[in-house]
């Protein structure tokens, strides 16, 4: 046995966000955390919540806010997709 400091993965606390936080891609359910409650939820949306962001606003004739955190634009994607025509079909 070694003596020497335990190597288990001791880098920065991540968050547990639920997959799908960013897109379609992984979105099975409902998020298991509020998004408000996320550790990073506060920094700013992620590049591919952007993209998909401005998809859905622009199938719903809607803006998409400048400056959103990653729980924002979360919240927002979700709001957008209940009203999405397209993704309600399938």
């Given at each position: 046995?070694s003596d020497?400091?335990a190597q288990?993965?001791?880098?920065?606390a991540?968050a547990s966000?639920?997959?799908?936080?960013d897109?379609?891609?992984?979105?099975?359910g409902?998020?298991?955390?509020d998004?408000q409650?996320?550790?990073?939820?506060?920094?700013?949306?992620?590049?591919?919540?952007?993209?998909?962001?401005?998809?859905?606003?622009?199938e719903?004739g809607?803006d998409?806010?400048?400056g959103?955190?990653?729980?924002q634009?979360?919240e927002?994607?979700?709001e957008l997709q209940a009203?999405s025509?397209?993704?309600?079909?399938?």
């Amino acid at each position: 046995m070694s003596d020497g400091p335990a190597q288990a993965n001791e880098g920065p606390a991540q968050a547990s966000e639920p997959a799908g936080s960013d897109g379609p891609a992984g979105s099975s359910g409902p998020l298991q955390k509020d998004p408000q409650d996320w550790v990073t939820g506060d920094e700013p949306m992620t590049a591919p919540q952007e993209s998909y962001l401005r998809t859905l606003a622009r199938e719903a004739g809607a803006d998409v806010p400048e400056g959103l955190s990653k729980a924002q634009a979360s919240e927002l994607i979700d709001e957008l997709q209940a009203r999405s025509k397209r993704l309600r079909q399938q």
